[in-house]
Structures are given as C-alpha cells and as structure tokens.
C-alpha cells in the first residue's frame, strides 16, 4: 500500500540564514548574545527579559539598561526580524526563534561554549 501526498501541504519551515547574513547578525555582541539566550529557551520570551538579561550580563546601571532598551529594539531587533530569524509578537511584548534560527546554532555553541 501507498500513501499519496501530492496533495499533501507543505510544513512550515524557514529557508536556512545565507552566510554572509550569519556572520553579519552575529558580527555585533549584544545582537549575538540575544541569539544565544533565545536558542537555550523554548518559546516565546519577553521582550523585557531579553533586555534585562543583556544589561545584566554587562553590568548596566539604569541608565544603561534604557540605552541597552532603546539600541536593541531600533537596531537589533529590526534587523533580527528582517532577516527571518525572529518572529516579535508587539502586543504580547515577546519575541520568538524561528527556524531558520537554527542555522547560527552551530557559530553561537563556539562563541559561548563557556557558558554551557
């Protein structure tokens, strides 16, 4: 017996990063470091706890954290979703890997193998 499934839709699945948009999204650290955070979480994360995970890892006062707030969401995170690795849910305040996301797994374990 045969199953047919020409008819059969497609699944959902992002078309691998091209190289050089890897190398050009993990060029920046703090950009980096939210791959790598997002890639050891299952699911949506907030937005806010994004931030503050970056700002703690730097040590940021108040100040800093605002700074931090304001270059990730107009700069970072326009590009991150641009790029298809991304998905940012405005109302819920969250962002989410996709799959193509998968394809910097690879650079992020050699960049941050002291943090496993």
Not at 23 to 40: D, G, K, P, Q
Not at 59 to 81: W, Y
Request: glycine share 4%; no cysteine; hydrophobic share 40%.
């Amino acid at each position: 017996m045969t199953t047919n499934i020409s008819d059969a839709n497609p699944v959902d699945i992002d078309p691998p990063v091209a190289l050089n948009t890897i190398f050009e999204l993990l060029l920046e650290e703090r950009r980096r470091y939210a791959l790598y955070y997002l890639s050891r979480n299952v699911g949506a994360v907030s937005l806010v706890d994004l931030i503050d995970r970056i700002a703690d890892r730097e040590d940021a006062d108040q100040d800093g954290l605002e700074r931090i707030a304001v270059e990730f969401h107009h700069n970072h995170l326009r590009k991150l979703i641009d790029t298809g690795v991304l998905r940012y849910d405005e109302d819920a305040g969250t962002v989410e890997r996709r799959t193509a996301a998968r394809s910097l797994d690879p650079y992020l374990e050699l960049t941050y193998v002291d943090d496993l």
